[in-house]
């Protein structure tokens, strides 16, 4: 049987559509390793959410295996958390019909995300992209989540899962625990390098955008170089007027725990280039240990294969707990059992 603790709930997922970048890193995977202490945490890669657009299935499903490795490589601990893949819990899948019923096409259509990615994928806009945050609500109610640890691009989402639970909640007396979202004070927004108005993306095709986690230490030099400024020359954080150096500073201040008056101050004397290269040395030394990690971990096959069947089985247990209520309460025939 599993053991129970009172410590409040936190979960997060996070999609293998790639290499996970420095924004996923400071605005979500580095944080879930943080409250690994404090909390019960479950942590889901959810590959179900990633079909939305267009995979290859063997590149996926390697991706997939990626992803869990990356999550342990960071630090996070199996025996501290539940790691598991989406797929493998058909109860979010179930919880989503069921909460489909709940949610209204205005509120859906209202979504954010779903209007960038439908501009993104315009030739592939389909049901399940509209309907992700539904089943992210399922993700997150069916384990009754105190807290989503996020980044602050998926602080709507969050919203959309409290007003269908606290819906369902009035309908049918309390349920589900309405969750808060949990996003970080600095960071909580990386942006691109090359576009710093867009947000840091891991599917996003120019790949000087994007720093992701295994990229080499010369590849992140590299691509810190080329990131886009401004034709002024003071680092100066103003995110409106100088979006570029701006984001820099930003990454710099996650990194180092320093905050972005203390940065301004002590490199109001660098270029740019000098500056550069001080954020790229800083996100190499980070990434550093990790890749090591990520290194070993990802050939131990039969590890990887542990954790995301204990993972599974531990979460298949509680989602299973929450879904009977919900059936029960909503008046579905019992089953035998
Ligand atoms: N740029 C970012 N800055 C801070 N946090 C970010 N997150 C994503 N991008 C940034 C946070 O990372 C977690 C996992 O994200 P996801 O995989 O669920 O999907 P996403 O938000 O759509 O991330 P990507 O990288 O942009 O993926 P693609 O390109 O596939 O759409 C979330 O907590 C998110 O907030």
Redesign the pocket.
């Known amino acids: 049987m599993q053991q129970e603790t009172q410590k409040k709930l936190i979960f997060?997922?996070?999609?293998p559509?790639?290499v996970f970048?420095l924004?996923?890193y400071?605005?979500?995977v580095r944080n879930w390793g943080i409250l690994q202490e404090e909390y019960d945490c479950m942590y889901c890669v959810?590959d179900l959410?990633a079909l939305t657009?267009r995979q290859n299935p063997t590149e996926f499903r390697k991706a997939c295996y990626r992803a869990l490795a990356l999550l342990l490589a960071t630090g996070l601990d199996p025996q501290k958390n539940i790691l598991y893949f989406q797929s493998h819990v058909p109860q979010h899948c179930e919880l989503s019909w069921l909460l489909n019923c709940y949610t209204y096409m205005g509120e859906l259509s209202r979504m954010t995300?779903f209007k960038d990615k439908s501009e993104k994928h315009a030739d592939n806009i389909n049901a399940g992209l509209f309907d992700y945050p539904v089943l992210m609500a399922a993700d997150i109610l069916l384990y009754n989540a105190d807290l989503v640890p996020?980044?602050?691009?998926?602080k709507q989402h969050i919203e959309i899962t409290r007003d269908i639970a606290i819906r369902f909640n009035n309908l049918y007396g309390d349920t589900f625990t309405v969750p808060e979202a949990y996003i970080p004070k600095s960071?909580?927004?990386?942006?691109s390098l090359s576009e710093p108005d867009q947000?840091?993306?891991?599917?996003?095709p120019n790949a000087n955008a994007t720093i992701y986690m295994l990229d080499e230490p010369d590849v992140i030099v590299r691509k810190l170089k080329r990131a886009v400024t401004d034709s002024d020359s003071g680092i100066v954080f103003d995110p409106e007027k100088k979006p570029g150096i701006s984001n820099l500073m930003n990454i710099l201040s996650s990194l180092t725990g320093k905050t972005v008056a203390q940065i301004q101050d002590e490199c109001s004397s660098m270029g740019y280039g000098d500056f550069k290269l001080m954020v790229a040395e800083a996100i190499v030394e980070e990434f550093r240990p990790i890749q090591e990690r990520f290194k070993a971990l990802e050939k131990d096959k039969q590890f990887l294969a542990q954790v995301i069947k204990d993972g599974a089985a531990r979460a298949s247990y509680r989602a299973l707990r929450t879904l009977s209520k919900v059936q029960k309460r909503i008046g579905l025939p019992p089953r035998e059992r």
């Open positions: 997060s997922g996070i999609q559509t790639g970048t924004g996923n400071i605005g979500a959810v959410h657009v995300q996020v980044g602050a691009d998926q960071g909580a927004r990386i942006m947000k840091m993306s891991k599917s996003d």
